[in-house]
């Protein structure tokens, strides 16, 4: 076929790194951006050289020109937009988290599987190139078994006033990051070993007057082979954005570290400018991170994505993968609460 033609729903921060991601993504054209305000779809459109910017969502979803769909907007917006395209049977990718919880998530994926067109989850942690090569490592059966997975997923805190509202996103610190830490534990031990069981905790440690969520959480995954997966997930750590796993296996151990373990290292007593996601210093000592959108694998799921459109494939992170990680987070907001083990429910 010729270019897949791409169409952007949202001009935010997370549109801005599929953009990155894009740009280096062979056989595809982004046609037209949609966002909520003209203002804003303007002034993304021309800084990103995109042919229409446009707030006519329905219009947008009723043409036959746009291959796929790409879903940036914010949480409270997921669903609705995804029934949209699945009534229409459009092809679409969300970005993460899925729903606000199980039952958004759940109407998402049932309604795209009727629909019978493509359906992709934006998870970026699994595409990220370190992540895929870990994976790579356990499936030549270097660790042995996967006994134990650490990952910490942590910074600052959120860098739009509407991720604070926790009836506009879900959830706090562990909605908004522990997606992010479910996916690369069931990435390390194999999708087919089910997370069964949850134990959680989290707490309002610094953001009190900004939000009614917790700002820090630990979420702890049981999976059916006996393995457990150590979850961190803060809003108050300082530095910059904070991306680690451990992957301990019977044999061995693998470790990654994208943000605080970059190739260069950098000293100025002036200001240098943008470092890396979410730093909260840009002078003395700093650690840039070269390429983010290919480190944080934005440009390898959109890449994959485009190119199962193109090939009428089944991409391998879909909405049911998205489901599944609401359904984990829902299990483990019942465990935060009830301090107690929770069966995960599916």
Not at 7 to 34: C, D, P
Not at 118 to 124: F, K, S
Not at 293 to 320: C, I, L, N, W
Request: aromatic share 10%.
């Amino acid at each position: 076929m010729n270019n897949v033609k791409v169409a952007l729903l949202g001009s935010g921060f997370v549109a801005e790194f599929y953009m990155q991601g894009l740009q280096n993504v062979a056989g595809q054209e982004v046609t037209a951006n949609y966002s909520r305000t003209e203002e804003r779809a303007q002034s993304f459109s021309k800084r990103w050289q995109i042919p229409e910017a446009t707030t006519d969502l329905d219009g947008l979803i009723a043409r036959n020109n746009v291959d796929l769909f790409v879903i940036a907007l914010p949480n409270e917006e997921h669903l609705p937009v995804s029934l949209k395209l699945s009534a229409a049977r459009r092809n679409q990718v969300c970005t993460k988290p899925l729903g606000r919880n199980r039952a958004e998530a759940k109407q998402m994926y049932d309604a795209a599987a009727k629909a019978g067109a493509l359906h992709g989850y934006a998870e970026t942690e699994v595409f990220a190139p370190c992540v895929v090569k870990a994976r790579e490592v356990i499936e030549q059966g270097t660790l042995g078994k996967v006994l134990w997975v650490r990952s910490r997923e942590s910074h600052s805190g959120p860098h739009s006033p509407h991720f604070w509202d926790v009836t506009k996103t879900g959830g706090g610190a562990m909605h908004d990051l522990g997606c992010h830490c479910i996916a690369a534990a069931r990435y390390f031990f194999g999708k087919e070993n089910r997370i069964n069981e949850v134990m959680a905790w989290g707490a309002n440690l610094v953001h009190h007057e900004k939000t009614a969520g917790e700002d820090n959480a630990l979420l702890i995954l049981k999976f059916a082979s006996g393995g457990i997966a150590h979850c961190e997930l803060s809003w108050t750590t300082k530095g910059g954005l904070d991306l680690r796993n451990e992957i301990h296996g019977s044999e061995g151990s693998i470790f990654t570290d994208v943000t605080r373990g970059t190739p260069i290292a950098t000293f100025s007593t002036k200001p240098a400018g943008y470092i890396v996601e979410k730093a909260d210093a840009d002078a003395g000592w700093t650690r840039p991170l070269p390429e983010e959108a290919f480190a944080y694998g934005y440009q390898a799921e959109m890449r994959h994505f485009v190119e199962s459109v193109r090939d009428g494939k089944t991409p391998r992170e879909t909405y049911e993968d998205g489901y599944i990680s609401n359904c984990v987070l829902e299990a483990g907001y019942e465990s935060m609460s009830s301090y107690r083990w929770v069966t995960v429910e599916y």
